[in-house]
T-cell receptor, first 112, second 117 residues
Framework: TQLLEQSPQFLSIQEGENLTVYCNSSSVFSSLQWYRQEPGEGPVLLVT?????EVKKLKRLTFQFGDARKDSSLHITAAQPGDTGLYLC????????????FGKGTMLLVSP | DTGVSQDPRHKITKRGQNVTFRCDPISEHNRLYWYRQTLGQGPEFLTY????????KSRLLSDRFSAERPKGSFSTLEIQRTEQGDSAMYLCASTLVFGLAAHNEQFFGPGTRLTVL
């Protein structure tokens, strides 16, 4: 079974601070996706990373895929209250049928 | 709105009753997934369809759970003889997959929150 561990589980910061959340596994994934989920809603896709070492930027969010395609990080610069939510990483398995394995998520709270 | 829709958004039922949830995917998407999400956890994969074919159902939680996608468009998830442990958010997602190079970027619906009393 492929497992994704996310850390920290919970993060509470002030507006303007920077933060990094991590997604780690012992398994190799063909791609890794980051989603953000707000209470009572479904996850919304932020980015997909495919190539080992890949870095993608989405405004103040920077996503990195590890060289071995087993881990990823999400860095947010100058966090805003609108960034509050549950950040989920999901790995796409490398063989067999294509499904996603989700981590438990990092709950981010950004206070004004 | 052309996103994934789910109905109902909330369902409260008594233990032992049957419930059915509906998912309408994005119209051109050929794959449809069902997930369950409990508090403090990420979505847990249950089953998925490619058009009308159910390609994986071994991860359904028990034989009380079943899903259909009869015409390759909308899908239903049924839970028979509900138990309190079935209380969760049930999420549907869809994607368009073609060829071997596509990556599985899924678009989620808002979910159905089930409460079993």
């Amino acid at each position: 079974t492929q497992l994704l561990e996310q850390s920290p589980q919970f993060l509470s910061i002030q507006e303007g601070e920077n933060l990094t959340v991590y997604c780690n596994s012992s398994s190799v994934f063909s791609s890794l996706q980051w989603y953000r989920q707000e209470p009572g809603e479904g996850p919304v896709l932020l980015v997909t990373v495919v190539t080992g070492g890949e870095v993608k930027k989405l405004k103040r969010l920077t996503f990195q895929f590890g060289d071995a395609r087993k881990d990823s990080s999400l860095h947010i610069t100058a966090a805003q209250p609108g960034d509050t939510g549950l950040y989920l990483c999901a790995g796409e398995n490398s063989s067999g049928y294509s499904t996603l394995t989700f981590g438990k998520g990092t709950m981010l709270l950004v206070s004004p | 709105d052309t996103g994934v829709s789910q109905d109902p958004r909330h369902k409260i039922t008594k233990r032992g009753q049957n419930v059915t949830f509906r998912c309408d995917p994005i119209s051109e998407h050929n794959r449809l997934y069902w997930y369950r999400q409990t508090l403090g956890q990420g979505p847990e994969f249950l089953t998925y369809f490619q058009n009308e074919a159910q390609l994986e159902k071994s991860r359904l939680l028990s034989d009380r759970f079943s899903a259909e996608r009869p015409k390759g468009s909308f899908s239903t998830l049924e839970i028979q003889r509900t138990e309190q442990g079935d209380s969760a958010m049930y999420l549907c997602a869809s994607t368009l997959v073609f060829g071997l190079a596509a990556h599985n970027e899924q678009f989620f619906g808002p979910g159905t929150r089930l409460t079993v009393l």
